[in-house]
Structure formats: structure tokens, C-alpha cells
């Protein structure tokens, strides 16, 4: 607690995505998995943590010295504030939460409304802010996108690509925005969550439920089996691969519902991917595992020898990478976002374009058949997941922290509003 500078209590809050009960046996998105892990780091140091998410119902409940909590919103919570009807059914209860449980900084993942929290706070963006709008294309979303998040003492960015991507939106919000104060942190992986013996184990166990012999070559797809994941392009390139050799199988972990949507219509990537797969899926080429807790995950790791990641969409950071990299496997990654901060062309892993099939079918026929290659590439990844442990994800954390705590003036603090409605 010494090096917190007398901090005690931290609160995350998710403001996507839902919570698990059981963390680490549920299966669980990314922005979920990262404060997670960063939760249980802190609890280890001796803070005080929460971690909260909103959901239908109230629950409470502990692990491994973290305190979680599931909010339930204010359904009556819309009300007018300075001239205009406001819905504060989320914001009202976190409000609540951080003001009642007396804590020292709030840390919000995905969720840019800091106003009345009555305590120092900072942002942690995991994703591309503003997705889906060019860069040409902030404008006016970027102004009221800032005039929230400048509120926060900090903005932190999971990767250089996030925190260009936040810099480009404040440049846009005008010269009325609130100051930032963008800060890149990257997450971490336990690179030795597995021994090397339970690693060999577990290799020579999953590949036995899969069926594979010991020249088979097994890639692996990790996530949400959605669209924006490049699924239909990896099915288009291992049918065609599959087509050429025999020794070739996929596996894949994951399901559209790793995702929780809000609106909008459905993804029909996974189906169209079993399509696409039917032939092999028949041949029992491919292996849909569906839902893998994270606690479950590190055994299809050892039992894989690449790790397929062809989003299109402009990923945020990739914990699958260096999960991938921990267990010394190489992986494929596109050009998307901050892959390539993590994949090193001919170093780590390959790059491919994003949404090309043929590209990604070249890349995977490449380590299919160079098996001195996919060791080379495993080797350096696995180094670069020792050089990337939580804790010094932690370590940097509480540098932002402290940060935070020195720099939140007097017009941060609360105007009364919760003294009316709390």
C-alpha cells in the first residue's frame, strides 16, 4: 500500500460487457479479462479492490481477494439537469458505488462518463474509440465525446494505436475541449501459467481428443467468432489448405456470443463460416470447441502450433497474442489496428492483409510446411511474453494513479447533484 502513496480502495467499472461470477472458469470478453487480471495484481499489493459491471440483477460476491459486484440500474433514473432530460439509470448506481464505498480512484473500462463521481477517476480504453468513423470523420461526436473524458484525470490507452486514435479525436474536438492526458499501457500476460511438463501434458492430451497424430499441424482461432474476426476469410484459407494437405486441422474457440450486443443486427459470420468449413468439419478437420473459460484456454494453446488472428476491423490490443506467445506459438495476425505491435513480421509471427484470403492461405501454408520456422517465430514470442507480465502493467498502472490523485483540481469535485438524488 506504501507504494500507492497511502491508496486503499480502487473501484473498475465495466462499462461493457458483463461480469462473470466465476472469473477465469466463465468464458469472458477482453476488457472483462484485463480488469480482472489487473484486479487480482492489486489485491496481491494489498488494495482494497472492486470490480463492477451493471446487470439486470444486484450480486456480490469475492475472488481471490477482489470484491465483484453487479449494479442494477436505476430504471426511474432519467432526469432534467441543466434544461434537458438525462438518463442517468447507469450512472446514477456507479455514482452511488463510488461515493458510498469511499474509494480512493475509480478505474472505468469502456466508459467515459466521469461527472459526479466525486472522485478522481481515469478511462481505460481497450478498443478503437469511435470505431466505425474515419479519421476524417470525428467532428462533432468528437466534442461530445471529449466533453466527458476530459473530466478524467487520465485517458489510458491499451496500445499506441488506441492512444494516436484518442490524440487524432482530441485534435478534432476542437480548441474548447477539456485537456487530455493520454497515456499508453499496455496489458500483460502470465507467461507461465502452464510448467513445461504440464505444457507437454496437455499437449499430448488435447491432441488425442482431437484426434491428431503427432505430424499433424494444428492452427488455432481464439475469440469471437464474428465477422469483424476475419472467420469467413480463415474458413475460405483452410478449406483451400485443407484441399492441399492432409496433415492440416483448426480449431476453433469461441462463439458470437463472447460478445454482448446492444443492438443492431445480428452477426452471421459463424454461420457462414460453417458453411464454408462443411466439407472438413465433415472430414472432422475442424474442431469448434464453442465457450473456453480463460482457465481452459492455456491447454489448447500447448496443443497448437499457430495461432490465426485475421480481424478486418482495427483491433485495440490482441490478449490472445500474447497468450499465444506465452505457450511458444507463433502467430498470423492482420494488419489491423495494434496486431503489429505485438506480431513482428518474421520475428514473432507473420502479418497478412485484412480481409484477404489468399494472403492469410499463404501465410498459414507457409508455417504448415516450415516447421523450423513456426520454432523460430514461437521462441521470440515467448520472450516477448516474459517481458510482458501483469505486474508491470500494474506498476505503471499505479504511476497513473498517483498522477490522477495529484492533478484532480477543485472543479472535479461534485456540484451537489448526488446530495439531491442519492
Given at each position: 500500500m506504501d507504494r500507492l502513496g497511502g491508496m486503499t480502495r480502487v473501484l473498475h467499472f465495466l462499462g461493457i460487457g458483463r461480469l462473470p461470477k466465476r472469473p477465469m472458469d466463465d468464458a469472458t470478453g477482453g476488457t472483462e479479462r484485463v480488469a480482472l487480471e489487473i484486479a487480482r495484481v492489486q489485491a496481491r499489493r494489498g488494495v482494497k479492490v472492486t470490480v463492477a459491471?451493471?446487470?439486470?440483477?444486484?450480486?456480490?460476491g469475492t475472488w481471490e481477494g477482489v470484491q465483484l459486484r453487479h449494479l442494477k440500474p436505476y430504471p426511474w433514473a432519467k432526469v432534467r439537469y441543466r434544461g434537458s432530460l438525462k438518463d442517468f439509470r447507469v450512472h446514477l448506481p456507479l455514482i452511488r458505488c463510488a461515493r458510498l464505498?469511499?474509494?480512493?480512484?475509480?478505474?472505468?473500462?469502456?466508459y467515459r462518463f466521469t461527472r459526479f463521481l466525486g472522485r478522481p477517476s481515469v478511462v481505460h480504453f481497450h478498443n478503437n474509440p469511435l470505431d466505425g468513423l474515419p479519421d476524417t470523420g470525428f467532428g462533432a461526436a468528437a466534442g461530445y465525446f471529449w466533453m466527458d473524458l476530459g473530466k478524467a484525470q487520465a485517458q489510458i490507452a491499451v496500445s499506441s494505436f488506441v492512444?494516436?486514435?484518442l490524440q487524432l479525436s482530441h485534435e478534432q474536438a476542437g480548441p474548447t475541449a477539456l485537456p487530455a492526458n493520454i497515456v499508453v499501457n499496455q496489458s500483460g500476460v502470465d507467461a507461465n501459467v502452464l510448467s513445461y511438463a504440464q505444457q507437454q501434458e496437455a499437449r499430448t492430451r488435447i491432441r488425442r481428443e482431437l484426434?491428431?497424430?503427432?505430424?499433424?499441424?494444428?492452427?488455432?482461432?481464439?475469440g469471437a467468432v464474428r465477422s469483424g474476426k476475419g472467420v469467413i476469410q480463415l474458413a475460405q484459407a483452410f478449406t483451400k489448405l485443407a484441399a492441399e494437405h492432409g496433415n492440416v486441422h483448426l480449431a476453433v474457440a469461441g462463439s458470437t456470443k463472447l460478445w454482448l450486443d446492444s443492438q443492431g443486427p445480428k452477426d452471421t459470420g459463424e454461420q457462414q463460416a460453417r458453411a464454408i468449413l462443411a466439407e472438413a468439419l465433415a472430414q472432422r478437420r475442424v474442431s469448434l470447441l464453442g465457450l473456453v473459460a480463460p482457465a481452459a484456454l492455456p491447454p489448447y494453446y500447448a496443443a497448437a502450433d499457430v495461432l490465426?488472428?485475421?480481424?478486418?476491423?482495427?483491433?485495440?490490443?490482441g490478449l490472445v497474442i500474447l497468450e499465444a506467445f506465452a505457450a511458444g506459438i507463433p502467430v498470423i495476425g492482420a494488419r489491423s489496428g495494434a496486431v503489429s505491435e505485438l506480431v513482428e513480421e518474421e520475428r514473432t509471427g507473420l502479418l497478412v492483409d485484412p480481409g484477404d484470403a489468399d494472403s492469410l492461405h499463404h501465410a498459414m501454408h507457409r508455417l504448415l510446411l516450415d516447421h523450423d520456422l513456426r520454432q523460430r517465430l514461437g521462441a521470440a514470442g515467448r520472450q516477448t511474453a516474459l517481458n510482458m507480465p501483469w505486474e508491470k502493467t500494474v506498476d505503471r498502472l499505479e504511476k497513473i494513479y498517483r498522477g490522477a490523485m495529484a492533478s484532480r483540481s477543485e472543479a472535479s469535485r461534485c456540484d451537489g447533484f448526488e446530495e439531491k438524488y442519492l
Open positions: 459491471c451493471m446487470a439486470p440483477e444486484a450480486w456480490t464505498g469511499r474509494f480512493d480512484i475509480v478505474h472505468l473500462h469502456e492512444g494516436r486514435r484426434g491428431l497424430k503427432d505430424s499433424d499441424v494444428l492452427f488455432i482461432f481464439v490465426v488472428m485475421p480481424s478486418i476491423f482495427q483491433e485495440g490490443f
